[in-house]
């Protein structure tokens, strides 16, 4: 008889995660239509046990052996490690949403619609066929879409999320018909097989037989991809929806999305383009550049804490866009270095940003206003959090001892390697530009506050441990940054 532990097991070690979120959320969606209660914040818990699981499952293939499933799904360096990511910061924004759920009211299909959002993120990130990509990034977009206006009530959420809603459609259409040029050059969906037949037959790289159709698809797909990151210019949506919607859902907009988007683009990149012409790639530098700039300008005058934030997160977006062009083949380039410095970052920038946006809500709550004036005295009535958010946005500035900086160092480190010195002089000097805003709000936390108002601020114990791991992940990640480097380069 075969041995059915070695056949399942491919498919457990590839898809194990995915099932086992997709068996969550359809367990919380049925508990939630069965159960009538009021309260219904123990769905949130039951869905962290769901989210849990699947990172065991995750940490225990985390080593196996790369293959592929059904020739669709595949379990190698990108999949494994931002799967790994994924589920972290979906633990985070549970962990967020728990505590937010019992200081304002929230619909109770937050829950499950997280969970098929995370569902889909991985999808993104472990498939290599675009039918399963495309699918994965819709049911990602399509939750999104209704998290961010779940809050009826309010014409801010009701309004950030149309425009979500409009601009992420346009992103989709645009992607979508990107795709089906790489289909219609290529005569198939599979990203492996493109690439076999890319890079075993000399001369039969799509750009070499189809250089203009080849330029045009990476355009379409760099710029659909575009919206859903939020680069600039398809930026727009970003600060009214970050602005409207629950604050656990801007964390979630902010990283977990993106964190997703970025391995799916990553993918593209290295299955498709990155034997093809090297011209394409200054394109991702014009929005890489764009982004920098954009975003940290536009945030100098925000008073705003979350658009604020919404605009520095199309800065780093624009940071972690530099590897990307970089991917071409008249450089001798290391791709596994550039692999590893975009999953650095993103781990540095998931924890300092989802640390900041709960402080964020904290004090935002607690003040009863979203105005960085807030912050005023946060120190003499809550030196942990003033603490804890001084930690976040030394982290987004890239200041030392903290992950931030080791991610931009060590992208700068592969802009001077690779030749393309320029971009990591433009990642420091609007890195530069940053340390006004989020220096000024460093400022206003050490700042004496004469307000009558100024209460002692207690955050849950909730709240607390997720400050606590977001602060750990921060400053580990910034002291002994090998502890994920050598996990990288084992995987590599």
């Known amino acids: 008889m075969p041995n059915l532990d070695a056949l399942h097991q491919p498919y457990w070690s590839a898809m194990g995660p995915m099932i086992t979120l997709t068996v969550a959320a359809f367990v919380v969606m049925i508990l939630e239509f069965v159960f009538k209660s009021e309260d219904k914040r123990w769905l949130h818990g039951l869905s962290m046990l769901g989210v849990v699981a699947a990172l065991v499952v995750a940490i225990w293939h985390f080593y196996a052996k790369p293959q592929a499933v059904l020739a669709t799904v595949q379990n190698d360096i990108i999949a494994t490690m931002f799967t790994l990511l994924i589920l972290i910061?979906?633990?985070?924004?549970?962990?967020?949403?728990?505590?937010?759920?019992?200081?304002?009211?929230?619909?109770?299909?937050?829950?499950?619609l997280i969970l098929f959002a995370v569902v889909g993120a991985l999808a993104m990130v472990s498939s290599v066929d675009m039918v399963t990509l495309y699918v994965g990034l819709e049911l990602l977009s399509v939750s999104s879409y209704i998290?961010?206006?779940?809050?009826t009530k309010s014409t801010r959420s009701v309004e950030g999320g149309i425009k979500y809603l409009l601009m992420g459609s346009i992103g989709?259409?645009?992607?979508?018909?990107?795709?089906?040029?790489?289909?219609?050059?290529s005569g198939t969906t599979n990203l492996g097989e493109l690439f076999s037949k890319q890079t075993l037959t000399s001369g039969a790289s799509l750009f070499a037989q189809y250089p203009a159709v080849t330029v045009l698809a990476f355009v379409l797909i760099l710029g659909g991809l575009g919206f859903k990151l939020s680069l600039v210019p398809f930026h727009m949506w970003t600060p009214d929806t970050y602005d409207g919607a629950p604050t656990p859902i801007s964390a979630f907009l902010s990283t977990l999305s993106k964190t997703a988007v970025f391995g799916m683009l990553l993918r593209m990149m290295l299955y498709v383009f990155s034997v093809s012409g090297s011209n394409m790639f200054y394109l991702a530098s014009l929005l890489a550049v764009a982004s920098m700039l954009v975003g940290n300008l536009?945030?100098?005058?925000?008073?705003?804490?979350?658009r604020l934030l919404a605009f520095s997160s199309v800065a780093q977006a624009g940071y972690v866009l530099i590897p990307f062009t970089m991917f071409n083949e008249n450089n001798v380039v290391d791709w596994t270095s550039l692999v590893n410095s975009i999953t650095f970052y993103l781990?540095?920038?998931t924890f300092t940003t989802v640390g900041a946006f709960a402080i964020v809500h904290v004090v935002s709550h607690a003040r009863n206003s979203g105005d960085s004036d807030a912050l005023l005295g946060l120190y003499q009535r809550?030196?942990?959090?003033?603490?804890?958010?001084?930690?976040?946005?030394?982290g987004l500035a890239g200041m030392p001892l903290t992950a931030g900086f080791v991610g931009k160092f060590y992208i700068f480190a592969d802009t001077i390697h690779l030749h393309q010195a320029w971009l990591g002089v433009l990642l420091f000097l609007t890195s530069v530009v940053s340390f006004f805003y989020y220096f000024g709000w460093i400022r206003k936390i050490y700042q004496k506050?004469?307000?009558?108002?100024?209460?002692?601020i207690r955050p849950s114990g909730i709240m607390n441990t997720l400050l606590g791991l977001c602060v750990l992940g921060t400053l580990i990640l910034g002291v002994v940054p090998a502890t994920l480097l050598h996990a990288l380069a084992k995987l590599a």
Do not use: C
């Open 89 to 112: 910061t979906a633990l985070l924004v549970f962990l967020f949403t728990y505590d937010y759920a019992a200081q304002v009211k929230v619909a109770s299909e937050h829950t499950y």
């Open 147 to 151: 998290l961010a206006a779940l809050r």
């Open 172 to 185: 989709s259409a645009v992607l979508l018909y990107g795709l089906s040029f790489i289909y219609g050059l």
């Open 298 to 306: 536009i945030a100098l005058p925000q008073r705003n804490m979350k």
């Open 347 to 349: 781990f540095a920038y």
């Open 382 to 394: 809550s030196p942990w959090l003033a603490g804890a958010l001084t930690i976040f946005l030394l």
């Open 449 to 456: 506050s004469e307000a009558k108002d100024s209460v002692l």
